[in-house]
Antibody, heavy 116, light 112 residues
């Protein structure tokens, strides 16, 4: 069965970076886009962008250009998102999701807390 | 970007009642292949979103048939018949017809 396993919670200081992971299993990793979605506590869902592990192609929502960087390691079927120059506004849950079938598959989410 | 407008923002219903949630898009969600990529998700408290319905009316795997979706073009509805306690959470509509994907602001369902 398709699973997306995300890395654990992160506590980071303003101005630093964190790298989140999303390990895929149960399907051919290189055949599906991975989306990243942000959710601030008590707020709605915000699409950040995608990576296509098949060729490493990426796309970033305008708001997240310069904030997020996606990479993928096909040998371990893992997608990564680097969040840089962190501010308190980056404190949120971050989800990975597999594209297709109406958001059928999601990771469990990673909580990022930015605090000095 | 396509704006998805959900109403109401919140609902409080008793177990066994039925409820409907509306989702309206700023553009038609009919894709060039003739299909409509409008989906419904449920985020239960403390959980990641779960897909309920895809392409307007197709029930996701394992989703009870108490859930149903209807609509076309720019106007869509999720109906929950005979609400159960496990249905509480925030419901989101989402579109993937147009790039980038966008979500509604959510409808919070509470149980009386």
């Amino acid at each position: 069965q398709v699973q997306l396993q995300q890395s654990g919670a992160e506590l980071a200081k303003p101005g630093t970076s964190v790298k989140l992971s999303c390990k895929a299993s149960g399907y051919t990793f290189t055949s599906y886009y991975i989306y990243w979605v942000k959710q601030r506590p008590g707020q709605g869902l915000e699409w950040i962008g995608y990576i296509y592990p098949g060729n490493g192609g990426t796309y970033y929502s305008e708001k997240f250009k310069g904030k997020a960087t996606f990479t993928a390691d096909t040998s371990s079927s893992t997608a990564y998102m680097l969040l840089g120059s962190l501010t308190p506004e980056d404190s949120a849950y971050y989800f990975c999701a597999r594209r297709g079938n109406g958001f059928a598959y999601w990771g469990q989410g990673t909580l990022v807390t930015v605090s000095s | 970007d396509v704006v998805m407008t959900q109403t109401p923002p919140s609902l409080s219903v008793a177990i066994g009642q039925s409820v409907s949630i509306s989702c309206k898009s700023s553009q038609s969600l009919v894709y060039s292949d003739g299909k409509t990529y409008l989906h419904w998700l449920l985020q239960s408290p403390g959980r990641s979103p779960k897909r309920l319905i895809y392409q307007v009316s197709n029930l996701g795997s394992g989703v009870p048939d108490r859930f149903s979706g209807t609509g076309s073009q720019k106007d869509f509805t999720l109906k929950i018949s005979r609400v159960e306690a496990e249905d509480l959470g925030v419901y989101y509509c989402a579109q993937t017809t147009h790039f980038p994907p966008t979500f509604g602001s959510g409808t919070k369902l509470e149980i009386k």
